[in-house]
């Protein structure tokens, strides 16, 4: 799938995006988003960085991780996702002081060793170049910055596979129909098996230049956790 076909894909999905998520995953989705903030190593005062933000949930955890003198900058290429997001993060009270970038993580506009931590949510498995999008990231964070990035992993246990195949065929994309979506969510089996498994994303990292680099299953192997470190 090109780059400009997932855009408009996110921004078609956006209405809905947090609803489904949340009934999906039986609100799993935000515990795995805690757990990525933390691995993030965000804290007062840092500048955090939330690539492929969507709907904002990563960027205003990390808004309250770094609260009161810190700084958040949520980045999607989707503009209907930065607009749900924008309007999640003024419910939030206090509200959280978060700059929306509508950009391509592939071309990111900041300048180079900016970042104290940074988080995605399923958007490595998504961009088009996934080293470029890695490489970029590795530019814009400060040395020893760590990195922690979220998304849908193919289990390595063949009964865990079989479940998350069966979850999506007949769960996932039946849900998404009654909202018009089939389509759109029939996307995440195909990209799931494009992706890498957790050792290839680690190789990918160092290819990227980041110094460590760590893969965590979760959720029984179905998600997990890209913990990233730039070298000093």
């Known amino acids: 799938m090109q780059s400009t076909d997932i855009q408009a894909l996110f921004n078609r999905i956006a209405p809905v995006y947090n609803p489904l998520n949340d009934w999906l995953s039986l609100g799993q989705h935000r515990v795995?988003?805690?757990m990525t903030v933390k691995w993030s190593?965000?804290?007062?005062?840092?500048?955090?960085?939330d690539l492929c933000?969507?709907?904002g949930?990563?960027?205003?955890?990390?808004?309250?991780q770094v609260t009161p003198a810190g700084q958040v900058f949520g980045v999607d290429f989707a503009s209907a996702q930065l607009d749900i997001a924008r309007q999640q993060a003024a419910q939030d009270w206090p509200s959280p002081t978060i700059t929306w970038?509508?950009?391509?993580?592939?071309?990111?506009?900041f300048p180079d060793h900016h970042f104290d931590a940074a988080t995605m949510g399923y958007g490595l498995r998504n961009v088009t170049d996934r080293l470029q999008s890695?490489?970029?990231?590795?530019?814009?964070?400060?040395?020893?910055?760590?990195?922690?990035?979220?998304?849908?992993?193919?289990?390595?246990?063949?009964?865990?596979q079989a479940f998350?195949?069966?979850?999506?065929?007949?769960?996932?994309?039946?849900?998404?129909?009654?909202f018009g979506l089939a389509a759109e969510y029939q996307y995440i089996g195909p990209s799931l098996d494009a992706f890498l498994s957790g050792p290839e994303q680690v190789k990918l990292a160092h290819k990227a230049g980041f110094a460590e680099a760590t893969h965590y299953p979760i959720a029984g192997g179905t998600m997990g956790v890209l913990v990233l470190t730039k070298g000093n």
């Open 32 to 34: 795995w988003k805690q």
């Open 164 to 178: 998350q195949r069966w979850y999506l065929a007949t769960i996932v994309v039946p849900t998404a129909e009654r």
């Open 41 to 49: 190593r965000a804290k007062q005062r840092d500048v955090c960085l």
């Open 57 to 64: 949930d990563l960027a205003r955890l990390l808004a309250r």
């Open 53 to 55: 933000c969507g709907s």
């Open 101 to 109: 970038i509508e950009a391509d993580v592939q071309h990111l506009p």
């Open 134 to 160: 890695l490489q970029e990231l590795h530019r814009v964070l400060k040395p020893g910055a760590t990195a922690a990035i979220l998304d849908f992993h193919q289990p390595t246990q063949p009964l865990m």
